[in-house]
């Protein structure tokens, strides 16, 4: 088996070297394919420090932005060149269709940092000028060493989402991939050493949240932390940060909905539901996972709603017809399991289709008749598992739509014009998309109210974050002592 090893300081770690080890299991076969460190507080330390050095006295921060941007290009490059590589490496970590993985997830990766070397080389600061005959305008500066931790959810797209835009900035980066999912981080840092990226720019830290993971954001010596995850987690990684005073940017959890009126198209409303619903096998924090349909509509929607979730294709992920595989894991898959054994014990929600498949499958599940106050209401169960109830009117729909501690994203699927904008204004979300799911401008903000998480990232959010904000203000009048 292939060892997936930490990369700190332009050096991947061999087996041998390093205090322990885990397994990668492949979800669909149940079997481990792969192996990575087991990293601790001493591996972060070393990779902090790496990253420290790499920002403190190293070229990268120093560079034009031209030039750290043709790097960054150079590594998009290589990874386009290795997509079935990375894709296979995320389809055997945590069962994503290969289809997806290097068709879908991959590329998105390239753009990322495509898109980010070439914002940070264009933007532009204010500029202020003053009745004073003073001159204020904006720098944006690199804030130093940058704590990156990805979910195992998307693990190579939504590493590139984190650190593209802080390498493009001029930070450095220690990449912390989730234990699930280890081996896409380490051929990226593989990749970025290829692309020229100076040793220390790029570490990859593998190991558990808890003990790495933990380590990494009570570090003192790191400037930003970005993290995705469960709101649980957020939290813990929030309060760490707290200690010394990081700034942190969280994307938490979700539990969308989907607003589907009268007046929508029912056949395109059907088919962006089953997308944001089922895509990734549910594992999603956009997944629309509570559809809501208006009653003139809601029983012709629900019926053809589950009909097209019925012909879903579940299985092995490297079949090129597969369009929804395992669960990640199996603690996962069990999670997943016992909320549909809660909707088996007679407490009101109705299955019309849907259930547990083989191994670590869940088949595309929808619910009805499923109580407000359920956990399948309510909570963000992570796996193909929607529930469908119906509305009368707006602002009932809303309401509805609204009640939750979750604020990520929602879906709106109306004809009428002045609804679409109405409803999008009163929508608690992050995003809300229209007639469609899962389109991004990165120059648009990304990020979700409540327990969805704190903060914003893309585009000039990004550079927000990711830099320290500087005003410089200079006397061009008269000096007023004359």
């Not at 202020?128 to 060493?145: K, W």
Request: proline content about 6%.
């Amino acid at each position: 088996m292939e060892f997936f090893g930490h990369v700190i300081d332009g050096r991947e770690s061999a087996e041998g070297e390093c205090a322990a080890a885990a397994d990668s299991v492949d979800p669909w076969t149940r079997r481990p394919w792969a192996r990575f460190p087991l990293g601790g507080e001493a591996d972060a330390g070393r990779a902090v420090a790496a990253a420290r050095r790499a920002f403190d006295t190293g070229p990268w921060p120093r560079m034009g932005f031209a030039e750290r941007g043709a790097a960054l290009h150079r590594l998009a490059d290589l990874i386009e060149a290795h997509a079935g590589e990375l894709g296979m490496a995320d389809t055997h970590d945590m069962g994503k269709p290969l289809t997806q993985s290097r068709d879908a997830d991959v590329p998105r990766a390239a753009a990322n940092f495509r898109f980010f070397a070439d914002h940070a080389r264009l933007a532009t600061a204010e500029v202020l000028p003053m009745d004073s005959g003073h001159h204020c305008y904006g720098r944006f500066e690199a804030a130093g060493v940058v704590a990156a931790i990805a979910p195992w959810n998307f693990p190579l797209m939504l590493a590139s989402w984190k650190v593209a835009p802080a390498l493009a900035w001029g930070n450095t980066v220690v990449l912390k991939p989730a234990e699930g999912s280890p081996a896409s981080a380490t051929l990226l840092a593989r990749l970025a050493l290829e692309a020229g990226l100076p040793p220390g720019v790029l570490n990859v830290l593998q190991g558990l949240g808890a003990d790495a993971g933990a380590a990494l954001t009570r570090d003192p010596r790191v400037d930003r932390i970005t993290f995705t995850g469960s709101s649980r987690t957020g939290r813990a990684v929030a309060a760490s940060a707290a200690a010394h005073l990081a700034p942190v940017s969280l994307e938490l959890g979700g539990k969308g909905a989907d607003l589907v009126f009268a007046d929508a198209d029912l056949g395109a409303a059907v088919d962006w539901a089953v997308k944001a619903a089922f895509s990734n096998a549910g594992q999603i924090c956009l997944a629309g996972s509570r559809v809501l349909v208006q009653r003139p509509v809601y029983e012709e929607f629900t019926a053809r709603f589950a009909q097209a979730a019925a012909a879903m294709t579940v299985g092995d992920p490297l079949a090129p017809k597969t369009q929804i595989g395992p669960l990640a894991s199996e603690q996962h898959f069990r999670k997943v399991a016992g909320h549909l054994a809660e909707a088996g014990r007679g407490k009101g929600a109705t299955v019309a289709t849907g259930g547990l498949g083989e191994g670590w499958s869940v088949r595309p599940t929808v619910l009805t008749d499923v109580p407000a106050d359920s956990p399948l209401w309510r909570e963000e169960i992570f796996g193909p598992v929607v529930a469908v109830a119906p509305f009368d009117d707006e602002e009932q729909a809303v309401g509805a739509a609204n009640d939750t501690p979750y604020g990520l994203n929602a879906m709106l699927f109306t004809g009428d014009l002045d609804r679409a904008h109405r409803v999008s204004a009163a929508l608690r979300a992050g995003t809300v998309w229209v007639n469609c799911f899962f389109v991004r401008d990165l120059r648009a903000p990304f990020g979700g109210a409540g327990d969805s998480g704190v903060g914003r990232e893309g585009g000039a959010f990004s550079r927000e974050f990711f830099t320290e904000p500087k005003a410089v203000v200079m006397r061009i009048g008269a000096d007023p002592r004359d």
